[in-house]
T-cell receptor, first 112, second 113 residues
Framework: DAGVTQSPTHLIKTRGQQVTLRCSPK?????VSWYQQALGQGPQFIFQ???????QRGNFPDRFSGHQFPNYSSELNVNALLLGDSALYLC???????????FGPGTRLTVT | DAKTTQPPSMDCAEGRAANLPCNHS???????VYWYRQIHSQGPQYIIH???NNETNEMASLIITEDRKSSTLILPHATLRDTAVYYC??????????????FGQGTILTVHP
């Protein structure tokens, strides 16, 4: 049983560009959350998707948007990239209301 | 969600018990204590959680004080593979919580041979 998978593993973008990161949840999971982890910091909650809708959002600007597909996979989009967006982007999935969340290995985004 | 305080780093000898403390003095009655860890270059991994009773699973034990203002995660026989950042998180389950995790700085546990 595959766990949470994310693609790509690494990505380098230029300031001002747009990026799309992808996440496939663990089998049987219907809820996907995205986190941003800057170097040396704990992960910060971006938003959560359930039933193809954004259900909860953290303190991130509208440049960060997402989508969830009928198969529960999800995308994170970031527009107008800033140098400060350089971070590890983590996807986590769970069955709705379950205690345990499973994290993917993350996508390392570098903005130059 | 209640704020937590953890020591920035701890050391432990391989084979010995690792006891990681967490203070959550503002915890509410309906808030659970969760522990996650993050091994270098990996995503966080769930360890254990509890409300007010002590809990044990195959990975660790969680001891919560009677007033619930602090807790201790115990790894009974630490191995080198337990070297990681350990996060103590307090949050409400259910309702409008939706499972959001608020991570602090965590404790860097280093297990030495």
């Amino acid at each position: 049983d595959a766990g949470v998978t994310q693609s790509p593993t690494h990505l380098i973008k230029t300031r001002g560009q747009q990026v799309t990161l992808r996440c496939s949840p663990k089998s049987g999971h219907d809820t996907v959350s995205w986190y941003q982890q800057a170097l040396g910091q704990g992960p910060q909650f971006i938003f959560q998707y359930y039933e193809e809708e954004e259900r909860q959002r953290g303190n991130f600007p509208d440049r960060f948007s997402g989508h969830q597909f009928p198969n529960y996979s999800s995308e994170l989009n970031v527009n107008a990239l800033l140098l400060g967006d350089s971070a590890l982007y983590l996807c986590a999935s769970r069955r709705d209301r379950a205690y345990e969340q499973y994290f993917g290995p993350g996508t390392r985004l570098t903005v130059t | 969600d209640a704020k937590t305080t953890q020591p920035p780093s701890m050391d432990c000898a391989e084979g010995r018990a690792a006891n990681l403390p967490c203070n959550h003095s503002t915890i509410s009655g309906n808030e659970y204590v969760y522990w996650y860890r993050q091994i270098h270059s990996q995503g966080p991994q769930y360890i254990i959680h509890g409300l007010k009773n002590n809990e044990t699973n195959e990975m660790a034990s969680l001891i919560i004080t009677e007033d619930r203002k602090s807790s201790t995660l115990i790894l009974p026989h630490a191995t080198l593979r337990d070297t990681a950042v350990y996060y103590c998180i307090v949050r409400v389950d259910g309702g409008t919580s939706y499972g959001k995790l608020t991570f602090g700085q965590g404790t860097i546990l280093t297990v030495h041979p």
